[in-house]
């Protein structure tokens, strides 16, 4: 009769060999920490990227969006009517720059303009061209900023231009033909090829901008 097979005896060798291999077994299947945490790194930083872009387009469309001519629906406002452009006997243009810590804003194109009239200070374009009119010939009055600004339906003052605020620590400057303009800027009279820069900083451009009339396009 065949006698019970003995139990193998495991040395304390087989136990080193054991534990080596199990220990191993564990390497290969733990995860991979600090590796995948480098390689996560440069998404992290690819979604940070994205939402700072996101609140930077979200700021612009606002701006955009609050800047824009609304509100205007022809009736007179200070007083200004709003015609036909072609019963404009008199006409001049004035020019306007808007700086944010030296960062040009554009004034937006058509201004005052609707279908169904024009106002008689309004703007075509966006390079910041007024036109300025009369709608009779030798009138005597003053128009001044701060009705361009009502037309445009936005606050000016010496703490807001548009939707631009003057905040903690910085200043609004007002240049008038290059010369620095010290009271309120809504009441700054319009004039023919008058150039206006308003700048909220610092920093401040310096020199200020200067803008080339064409007297072809613009002869007064």
């Not at 803008?211 to 007064?220: E, L």
């Amino acid at each position: 009769m065949l006698g019970r097979l003995a139990a193998p005896i495991i040395g304390v060798s087989d136990f080193r060999t054991m534990a080596s291999r199990t220990k191993r077994r564990r390497e290969l299947t733990a995860p991979p920490g600090r590796a995948r945490s480098r390689q996560e790194t440069p998404v992290l930083a690819f979604v940070v990227g994205g939402v700072f872009l996101a609140v930077l387009l979200a700021l612009a469309v606002a701006y955009y969006l609050t800047t824009r001519p609304t509100g205007p629906t022809g009736a007179p406002i200070d007083g200004i009517g709003c015609d036909n452009s072609a019963k404009l006997v008199q006409q001049f243009h004035v020019h306007l720059d808007i700086l944010y810590q030296e960062t040009p804003v554009p004034v937006p194109a058509e201004i005052g303009v609707l279908k169904s009239c024009t106002y008689w200070i309004h703007t075509n374009d966006d390079t910041g061209v007024i036109d300025v009119g009369f709608p009779s010939a030798g009138s005597g009055r003053q128009y001044t900023l701060g009705n361009f600004f009502d037309i445009w339906n936005q606050p000016l003052s010496n703490l807001q231009v548009a939707t631009l605020q003057v905040g903690k620590g910085q200043s609004m400057r007002v240049w008038v033909n290059g010369r620095r303009y010290t009271g309120d800027p809504a009441a700054i009279v319009l004039r023919s090829h008058e150039q206006i820069v308003i700048q909220i900083g610092p920093p401040f451009l310096i020199p200020v901008p200067s803008y080339t009339w064409d007297t072809t396009q613009y002869p007064h």
